[in-house]
């Protein structure tokens, strides 16, 4: 984005005449006209209320994302674009089911992050990410300091000029972990990783090809599960600020776009830049570059689900019978639970216990069916009366509603072909 770009303009301007006052005075006259409109078959589930400027934050809003270690504190960007934007940290109100009502308070500066735009999320360690335009760079910010610990030249690892937004995929999702960038100039989304650089901050590694998706791309954020008309694990919704609208897309494997997808899921939005998912309510914040912001309710909150497991799909018999993988408990987040492995064989031997983010069934050679797309394998002595594994849960409320995936292979001479099958297991985190 630019210093000049008002709510319903379509390409970016570059005079710089005007002053502030009247490009806000503009800005709010484009966006009046505007009345924002969640599209069917979602109207049915969704509301969307504009909750006007934050006070004390400067208008030509960008990126935002909630405090991770206050979720009723917004981090707002202000002066988005410029060499003098900041974040602002803006008290949210509440109503009795934890919904936004609007701010209360005044906001205070936070952050020094100049040319702030579309993106700003956190990432391992703590550390913020934020993107930069015009200069397509990605800037980082460490727990404790107030301003850049580290710059990367985006175009320098291949990223089309200029962003765009930025965000962490989530755990569940397809590409869990990855950081998806989007190109505002460039119309390009773009997938990496991130890897530690040993000072505290991150170089960015495998940067793929672009996705390219013609509609001046911003701010995207990833629906919570549960939520109604809306696939669990599988979507992502991503501001096109030239159109005015947040859109809907189905996920790849890999966690990108399908451009063929697309369904328009707010319309008439003006100026869309940044998209955040509130922690509590599940509500959908959006950032405005008319200095205002809107937010959507309907979503379903974290943890709203609650902490449960299941066994699923059909097992492959050995000697004594089907293996067996079992939970001791639901796995409530902070608790520490036993998988319970169950063996097929009447001696000792060798089973390999299988997890994943994502479930399959996929028929095998062996005639078992495997029931969970591998991201971790571990061999394991497995006694005839089998064995226990415990393992400790996270505290933190991002894993709520995360989904693990398992089943276990036993080496075992009496099944068909030498190995036997359990069910899959499938633990969803909660409270």
């Not at 765009?164 to 590409?175: D, K, M, N, R």
């Not at 994943?356 to 571990?378: F, R, Y």
């Not at 006694?383 to 276990?408: A, K, N, R, Y």
């Amino acid at each position: 984005m630019n210093p000049m770009r008002t709510a319903q303009n379509s390409p970016r301007r570059r005079t710089r005449s005007l002053p502030w006052a009247a490009l806000s005075i503009l800005g709010m006259l484009s966006s009046s006209a505007l009345s924002q409109v969640v599209v069917s078959p979602f109207d049915q589930h969704y509301s969307v209320e504009s909750l006007g400027s934050a006070p004390g934050v400067p208008g030509s809003y960008g990126a935002l994302c909630f405090d991770r270690s206050n979720p009723d504190q917004l981090h707002l960007s202000g002066f988005a674009n410029t060499p003098g934007a900041k974040v602002h940290d803006v008290p949210v109100e509440r109503d009795v089911d934890g919904h936004i009502l609007g701010f209360q308070g005044t906001g205070v500066e936070a952050l020094d992050t100049p040319f702030i735009d579309g993106g700003l999320t956190y990432g391992p360690g703590g550390v913020l990410f934020y993107t930069r335009y015009p200069n397509n760079e990605l800037g980082q910010i460490r727990p404790g300091s107030t301003s850049d610990d580290k710059i990367i030249d985006l175009e320098q690892e291949g990223i089309t000029p200029s962003t765009g937004g930025a965000q962490f995929v989530p755990a569940g999702f397809p590409g869990a972990g990855q950081l998806k960038i989007t190109s505002y100039g460039g119309s390009g989304w773009h997938s990496t990783t991130v890897v530690p650089d040993g000072l505290g901050t991150f170089v960015l590694e495998d940067v793929q090809s672009p996705v390219t998706l013609p509609y001046s791309m911003e701010g995207l954020a990833f629906p919570p599960p549960g939520s109604p008309a809306i696939t669990d694990y599988s979507t992502v919704l991503l501001c096109e600020y030239r159109l005015n609208t947040i859109s809907l897309y189905e996920l790849d494997a890999n966690g990108d776009p399908i451009p063929a997808s697309r369904v328009p899921f707010l319309i008439q939005v003006p100026s869309p830049v940044g998209l955040a998912i509130d922690p509590i309510s599940g509500d959908l914040m959006i950032g405005q570059f008319n200095g205002t912001c809107t937010v959507v309710a309907g979503f379903a909150a974290p943890c709203s689900r609650g902490a449960s497991w299941s066994n699923y799909g059909q097992g492959w018999p050995g000697t004594l019978g089907t293996p067996t993988l079992t939970s001791s408990d639901d796995p409530v987040l902070g608790s520490t639970i036993e998988l319970q492995l169950g063996s097929s064989f009447p001696s000792t031997t060798v089973a390999l216990l299988m997890l994943g983010m994502q479930k399959d069934s996929e028929v095998t050679s062996a005639d078992g069916t495997l029931h969970v797309v591998p991201l971790s394998t571990s061999l394991l002595p497995l006694e005839t009366t089998g064995m226990t594994l415990p393992i400790t849960l996270p505290t933190e409320s991002w894993f709520c509603d995360v989904p693990l995936h398992g089943q276990l292979l036993v080496v075992d001479p009496g099944a068909s072909r030498g190995f036997a099958f359990s069910e899959g297991l499938s633990l969803l985190f909660g409270e």
